[in-house]
């Protein structure tokens, strides 16, 4: 079964940048998408196709992706940012949609 | 505004049944596709499943871990999305999601999909 990576923290403190991660074999292939969760809510879409922000996303969230790995950057990190982010992807076929394991971001 | 409310989640014995539903507004639901994706307690996100719109056949499609036992429906008259749940076991435990799937085509063998407005969740617990 396909696997996207994750790693499973990363801290930073406010007005920093953050980057989080997430490799996966079919990502030269594939979009990645980025999700945030905040404790006890529902996911938010941040990052669609790669590199494209959502109306009402903040500017600071931005993705890119090269090769096998994908990245969500966060620059200028408010501590309202802090939250589980998980990518999305599929497998080269599009058969198997598969989230990371999430990466638990902490701002302080 | 795009607007998703699920519904029905609650305690359930293992073997039992359960019918989850989600109201939708503020868009087009007849030509969406739908998603459901869960979350176990302190764990990741998973898909369960999903359903086209009519227009594209209105098929589904389902995770390994649920094939068989979830059936994913739709009612455009009332914009609502069902999870009928059979045979649940403990590890169905989860928050479920509804969740509109913006989908494309390339060269894959199936369609592309992704998970674009979510509902609140509801909690379903299987336990004895």
């Known amino acids: 079964s396909y696997e996207l990576t994750q790693p499973p923290s990363v801290s930073v403190s406010p007005g920093q940048t953050a980057r989080i991660t997430c490799s996966g074999d079919?990502?030269?292939?594939?979009?990645a998408y980025w999700y945030q969760q905040k404790s006890g809510q529902a996911p938010v879409l941040v990052i669609y196709?790669?590199?494209k922000r959502p109306s009402g996303i903040p500017e600071r969230f931005s993705g890119s992706s090269s090769g096998t790995m994908a990245t969500l950057t966060i620059s200028g990190a408010h501590v309202e940012d802090e939250a589980d982010y998980f990518c999305?992807?599929?497998?080269?076929?599009?058969?198997?949609?598969?989230f990371g394991g999430g990466t638990k971001l902490t701002v302080l | 505004e795009v607007q998703l409310v699920e519904s029905g989640g609650g305690l359930v014995k293992p073997g039992g049944s359960l019918r989850l539903s989600c109201a939708a507004s503020?868009?087009?639901?007849?030509?969406?596709?739908m998603s459901w994706v869960r979350q176990a307690p302190g764990k990741g996100l998973e898909w369960v499943g999903h359903?086209?719109?009519?227009?594209?056949?209105?098929?589904?499609d389902y995770a390994a871990p649920v094939k068989g036992r979830f059936t994913i429906s739709r009612d455009d008259s009332k914009n609502t999305l069902y999870l009928q749940m059979n045979s649940l076991k403990t590890e169905d435990t989860a928050v479920y999601y509804c969740?509109?799937?913006?989908?494309?085509?390339?060269?894959?063998?199936?369609?592309?999909?992704?998970?674009?407005?979510w509902g609140q969740g509801t909690l379903v617990t299987v336990s004895s």
């Open positions: 079919a990502l030269p292939k594939k979009y």
């Open positions: 999305y992807s599929t497998d080269s076929s599009a058969n198997h949609r598969v």
């Open positions: 196709e790669d590199s």
């Open positions: 969740t509109t799937a913006p989908y494309y085509y390339d060269s894959s063998a199936y369609p592309n999909e992704y998970f674009q407005n």
């Open positions: 503020g868009f087009s639901f007849t030509n969406a596709w």
């Open positions: 359903i086209k719109s009519k227009t594209d056949g209105g098929t589904t």
